[in-house]
């Protein structure tokens, strides 16, 4: 098949632990790859965000990826996306005219929207994943979401009107149905791990004393801070944050201030260790330790 995966600002070139590059990032590579492995033939179409980068290019994994024109070529936070969602649905409704794709895999739900207008000009089936749901951010995070107010009815009429829609758990499924989406058309298929990578066999990082270890961009819905909150009960162990800026920069980092706030408020600052950011070939072995 000739699959057109849509990320709109999740980038599977992107260097993972900025800001808005995680998880949706590694899931777009690692899907496309294990597709272009066993013989389709895959298309990412992604935003640029840099005048310097190509059209196209082709992955060492088998895949392509596409840079859209829509918006400035610059790094803008996705919560602005949004009006920029209609040039990019321009862009995809000319190239799917123009070269024929059997379906479109959207992930996220500005892509979603993306992925829809196109394919209503272009005659091609729309697969959604939304990564997250704007009514779990909402009820979650109330005044800090910073989501467009417009997202949930949004992702509801994604939901009713995608051919199919890629749950990641049944709490999504529940979640998904509330919104109207029609059970028949949801599969769940779980996020995944890559097994010749994380293998319980191999190095392990040092460590002097038991270990809880906390991998992800350093933004506050991650909830490190419970984390480190929890760390009082376990008295002999450490903490060890892997992710956010260069280890540098992080005594200017928002969120690396307020989570060493919070250790100094809950009697354990000497034994939470933030690193900043650290590469993936290293993160193997620390979560070995």
């Known amino acids: ?21 995680g998880g949706q990032n590694v899931h777009v590579d690692a899907l496309s790859a294990a597709l272009a492995r066993v013989g389709h033939e895959v298309t990412v179409f992604t935003r640029r965000d840099s005048a310097t980068l190509p ?11 596409e840079h859209v024109d829509a918006g400035p070529p610059v790094e803008v936070p996705k919560d602005d996306l949004l009006p920029y969602m209609g040039d990019f649905a321009t862009v995809l409704t000319r190239r799917w005219q123009a070269e024929r794709f059997d ?7 500005m892509s979603g929207l993306a992925a829809v207008r196109a394919a209503a000009n272009a005659g091609v089936p729309v697969v959604q994943t939304f990564h997250a749901l704007g009514s779990v951010k909402r009820r979650h995070q109330g005044r800090h979401d910073t989501s467009p107010p417009s997202r949930v009815a949004t992702e509801a009429r994604l939901a009713r009107s995608v051919a199919r829609v890629v749950a990641t758990c049944s709490d999504e ?3 998904l149905a509330l919104l109207g989406a029609c059970r028949e058309r949801i599969s769940v298929v779980p996020c995944g791990v890559d097994l010749e990578r994380f293998t319980p066999q191999g190095p392990a990082a040092l460590r002097s004393r038991p270990r809880i270890l906390v991998v992800g961009r350093l933004v506050e819905r991650k909830g490190v801070d419970d984390a480190i909150r929890a760390l009082a009960y376990v008295p002999d162990a450490e903490l060890v944050v892997a992710g ?12 690396a201030q307020r989570l060493r706030k919070v250790a100094l408020r809950a009697g354990v600052a000497n034994r939470v260790v933030l690193l900043g950011k650290v590469s993936r070939d290293a993160i193997p072995a620390l979560f070995r330790s």
């Open 244 to 255: 956010g800026p260069e280890a540098e920069l992080l005594d200017a980092d928002p969120e």
């Open 1 to 21: 098949m000739r699959i057109a995966m849509v990320s709109e600002h999740a980038s599977p070139l992107a260097t993972i632990g900025e800001v808005d590059a």
């Open 55 to 65: 059209v196209r290019v082709r992955t060492p994994q088998g895949y392509t990826v």
């Open 103 to 109: 379906v479109a895999h959207a992930h996220f739900w």
């Open 173 to 175: 499924v529940a979640e």
